[in-house]
């Protein structure tokens, strides 16, 4: 508990977790994020471990997207076919409880080399078929900028696709702002066409120091879009995310995703049922516009991929969960545990 300030008082269920011995996503967190969660209950419970972090359920799994069947080289998941993944980093600024690549994260893979980086392009030179990268991790604006420089450089001066679309995947604009500094954003412009995808998950992360950092990242004109994760007693309201959307949009920022929770291990207590989320999408119609509606989807888990959470694609019920095919092969099946809301 040595990384907990005195000021803030933790709960039986939170001693339990830092005087237990296991082996889970550790704690991290930064000066920025901590002062939040002193004023805000929604961040904290997302930055500060409890106990039930360390209930598993036996459908639960540390690799819950399936990343690793779908890694022909080191770090990379080609999981689609027009596009890819490339985890850069496993460092992040904080630690979310919820992080769903929680065996990654943390665990001292240090950076993706530039040799390592070569590779990857040299992949994407021989499979034209892909369109677009997407730059994860961790998250990659942790990464020394030099760095994180020279591999966007590489991708932009080595790859055939000189049209190849990049995708940064952050929480830096949510957990550490002043991370979105000139110098950084001068780098990612040079690399267009590239996308920030960032992650707020409630209102109370729309600061004054981070809405600075989205008007830096909207000056510079680099396009943003968000993806929520819905989150058991953080946000599953549609009054609260309504509010998040809302504001996200007059920041420039697109709602993208609402994201179900992965069945990522020791994470069942941030887990929505998917009755709740998609009564929470219905009435979120009724709240917000088109535009500031995100689209509600699932990781299915066994390496299904990405699906929306559309009734059409649901095929039937069990007594113990939800099954769904996917877009690519309807001949599969997948099932979504069924969960309680209590």
């Known amino acids: ?15 339990a977790w830092f005087a237990a011995s296991q ?16 004023q805000s209950e929604a961040v904290r419970h997302q930055l500060i471990p409890t106990v039930s972090e360390l209930d598993y359920r ?34 992040c600024s904080i630690h979310c409880r919820h992080c769903f690549r929680r065996s990654f994260t943390g665990t001292g893979n ?9 590779r990857v392009i040299g992949y994407l030179n021989e499979h034209p078929e892909v369109k677009e990268v997407l730059l994860t991790g961790g998250d990659p604006l942790t990464l020394p900028l030099s760095h994180l420089a020279a591999i966007l450089d590489r991708f932009r001066n080595r790859a055939e696709n000189t049209k190849l679309i990049l ?4 929480r830096i604009p949510a957990v550490l702002p002043a991370g979105i500094t000139g110098e950084l954003l001068h780098v990612l ?19 004054a120091e981070s809405r600075e950092a989205l008007q830096k990242i909207r000056e510079a004109g680099i396009p943003a879009v968000n993806q929520t994760v819905l989150l058991k007693g953080i946000n599953d309201d549609p009054q609260v995310l309504g509010e998040l959307f809302q504001e996200l949009l007059a920041e420039g920022v697109k709602p993208y995703y609402l994201f179900q929770g992965d069945l990522a291990r020791g994470t069942s207590h941030f887990r929505v ?13 009724q709240i917000v516009s088109g535009l500031a509606m995100p689209t509600y989807a699932v990781d299915l888990p066994g390496g299904g991929g990405k699906i929306p959470l559309s009734r059409s694609l649901l095929i ?20 979504y545990p069924r969960e309680s809301d209590s």
């Not at 995708?167 to 952050?170: C, F, G, I, K, V």
């Not at 412009?189 to 600061?207: A, C, G, Y």
């Open 1 to 15: 508990m040595r990384d907990i300030p005195d000021s803030i008082r933790l709960t039986e269920n939170e001693k």
């Open 23 to 38: 082996e889970t996503l550790t704690f991290k967190s930064n000066p920025y994020y901590m002062d939040l969660a002193r």
């Open 58 to 91: 036996e459908y639960e799994s540390r690799d819950p997207l399936s990343e690793e069947l779908f890694s022909p080289l080191p770090r990379m998941v080609h999981r689609y076919r027009n596009r890819v993944a490339l985890l850069l980093t496993d460092n």
């Open 110 to 118: 240090n950076n993706l080399s530039l040799e390592d980086c070569d």
């Open 167 to 170: 995708r940064m995947a952050t």
């Open 189 to 207: 412009r040079k690399s267009s066409p590239l996308w920030m995808v960032i992650q707020f998950n409630h209102p109370d992360e729309l600061t």
């Open 273 to 285: 049922s998917l009755e709740r989320g998609w009564q929470i999408m219905d009435e979120l119609r």
């Open 316 to 335: 039937r019920e069990s007594e113990t969960g939800y099954i769904f095919r996917n877009r690519e092969d309807s001949n599969r099946e997948f099932e």
